[in-house]
Nanobody, 130 residues
Framework: QVQLVESGGGLVQAGDSLTLSCVASARTIAAYAMGWFRQAPGKEREFVTAISVNGLNTPYSDSVKGRFTISRDNAKNAEYLIMNSLKPEDTAVYYC???????????????????????WGQGTQVTVSS
């Protein structure tokens, strides 16, 4: 099990940028696909983006495509989410998630459903004012 801690959330204005960080401990994330999800008040948790073990596959939800960028740094045991051109509808708690990928043939795979991720952080609040 990997332990995840998010940081970088805050209150910003529409059009601003934020960078979220997710630092892992207890285990290396080198064999984990990593993801970001978010949950707005009264709504279900939704997929934002993910990055495969080999870093080659990075799908994005349509709502953030072109504005958000995911990356990973295995040496720092961390993943990041750069969020540009933020909108009020991006307001949510953002969660970091990890999916252990034991099969090397799946190193390009990126789960997009929350049920496929075994480990989760506590979340960091992002609030975008209009």
């Amino acid at each position: 099990q990997v332990q995840l801690v998010e940081s970088g959330g805050g209150l910003v204005q529409a059009g601003d940028s934020l960078t979220l960080s997710c630092v892992a401990s207890a285990r290396t994330i080198a064999a984990y696909a990593m993801g970001w999800f978010r949950q707005a008040p009264g709504k279900e948790r939704e997929f934002v983006t993910a990055i495969s073990v080999n870093g080659l596959n990075t799908p994005y939800s349509d709502s953030v495509k072109g504005r958000f960028t995911i990356s990973r740094d295995n040496a720092k045991n961390a993943e990041y989410l750069i969020m540009n051109s933020l909108k009020p509808e991006d307001t949510a708690v953002y969660y970091c998630a990890a999916h252990e990928t034991l099969n090397i043939l799946q190193y390009s795979r990126t789960p997009v459903t929350s049920g496929e991720y075994e480990d989760w952080g506590q979340g960091t609040q992002v609030t975008v004012s209009s």
